[in-house]
């Protein structure tokens, strides 16, 4: 049986997969690791439970219920029998993230609003939300602070830099100046991917999950797990870049300002 804790449906509604809630962070470490063991991305993240300092399992963010159910039964079939669902609507609570933001962790905005925000300044773009999304959470990254890097690094998608729209190369990697544009990925939905795993290369000292195929061209040439926040990407994906995070993070707060919005 599924237990949940989600009453209603909800347009903002964030499905999270919670496979555990421990008062030492070692024992959901442990947990973590159990699960990815078994091929289930898991990450953990502290969270304040009457006010009391808590470290919480998740091993999944969606926006779709049904998708979350299946990830739940996966949980349980590994053995964790007391996993559960919780419904969240980030957008209302969350407040404006600051400069020691994770690079890994929940996604808080839907693909729709993801679309909404860039289609305001670009409305021929293709629309890439549903893979940062998805992509995000399979992997454990923040697919929707990535695709405001992405907005960055391509003016909007609009490319209007060394990089070219048929390149699908969405955080201009590999790029270095006008003799080297950089990666081409074959589809968007790759593009995307490689950008993903690239920020997993840089967040995570984990194995890569094999579900999908490593489409980061540079993912060994990243020290592993040197920069676990945003900021951290300060002369590391950007040169000299010394304000690179910072920028990303407020498109991103503008991104959450819109979503709060309703528009």
């Known amino acids: 049986m599924i237990n949940s804790n989600a009453s209603s449906e909800g347009e903002n509604i964030v499905y999270k997969v919670i496979a555990g809630s421990f008062k030492m962070k070692e024992n ?7 699960l990815q063991a078994k091929g ?3 990450i953990v993240q502290a969270t304040i439970v009457s006010d009391e300092q808590m470290f919480r399992v998740q091993a999944g963010a969606f926006s779709v219920r049904e998708n979350a159910e299946r990830r739940l039964l996966a949980v349980i079939n590994a053995g ?3 996993a559960f669902i919780t419904a969240e609507n980030p957008v209302d609570s969350q407040n404006p993230v600051q400069e020691q933001e994770s690079i890994m962790g ?4 839907s693909a729709e609003q993801l679309n909404s925000f860039v289609n305001e300044t670009n ?3 293709i629309e890439l939300g549903s893979y940062y999304v998805n992509f995000g959470n399979h992997y454990g990254i923040r697919g929707d602070i990535a695709f405001a890097q992405a907005i960055l690094e391509t003016d909007y998608f609009r490319f209007t830099g060394v990089v070219q729209p048929h ?3 969405f955080a201009g990697i590999g790029s270095t100046g006008p003799d080297d544009s950089g990666a081409i990925f074959k ?6 991917l490689g950008h993903i795993q690239h920020l997993f290369a840089y967040a995570s000292q984990s194995p890569l999950p094999n579900q999908y195929p490593l489409v980061d061209p540079r993912f060994h040439l990243v020290k592993r797990g040197s920069a676990p926040n945003w900021v951290d990407l300060n002369g590391k994906w950007a040169v000299p870049g010394g304000n690179y ?7 991103f707060n503008r991104m959450l300002k819109q979503a709060k919005a309703g528009k």
């Not at 589809?187 to 995307?192: A, H, I, K, R, Y």
């Not at 995070?245 to 498109?251: A, E, M």
């Open 123 to 125: 409305p021929l773009v």
């Open 40 to 42: 289930i991305e898991a």
């Open 245 to 251: 995070g910072q920028t990303i993070l407020n498109i």
């Open 167 to 169: 390149q699908n190369n």
């Open 187 to 192: 589809t968007p939905s790759d593009g995307v």
């Open 28 to 34: 959901a470490d442990n947990r973590a690791l159990l």
């Open 80 to 82: 964790i029998a007391d």
């Open 106 to 109: 929940g996604i808080f905005l």
